[in-house]
Nanobody, 125 residues
Framework: QVQLVESGGGSVQAGGSLRLSCAAS????????MGWFRQTPGKEREGIAA????????GYHDSVKGRFTISHDRAKNTLYLQMNSLKPDDTAMYFC??????????????????WGQGTQVAVSS
């Protein structure tokens, strides 16, 4: 059974930083795509960062380019999202996602098979 468990969310002032973690179990990341999505009430979930672990490809949504960095620790099978220069517009529920297929477009993995439960990020001005 695949489990994705996020941690690291919280409240921070604008300009601050947070690092999200996603511990994966039962999932082989070496052949697929792992990424981060976020969602605010009333809006669709959007992909903001994606990574193909096998090739090292990383893609980002325009809204986070230059501020967020996605990375993966193979030994721990854990995905990270380093978020710097946070803005109030970054306030959202953040979800870790994984796909068995290794395909991504921009900051989104395609054909997501697994989701984490989400972790809340709140950025105050």
């Amino acid at each position: 059974q695949v489990q994705l468990v996020e941690s690291g969310g919280g409240s921070v002032q604008a300009g601050g930083s947070l690092r999200l973690s996603c511990a994966a179990s039962g999932y082989t990341s070496s052949t697929g795509c792992m990424g981060w999505f976020r969602q605010t009430p009333g809006k669709e979930r959007e992909g903001i960062a994606a990574m193909l672990v096998s090739s090292g490809f990383k893609g980002y949504h325009d809204s986070v380019k230059g501020r967020f960095t996605i990375s993966h620790d193979r030994a721990k099978n854990t995905l990270y999202l380093q978020m710097n220069s946070l803005k109030p517009d970054d306030t959202a529920m953040y979800f870790c996602a994984a796909a068995r297929g290794g395909s991504a477009f921009g900051g989104s993995c395609r054909n997501i098979n697994y989701w984490g439960q989400g972790t809340q990020v709140a950025v105050s001005s």
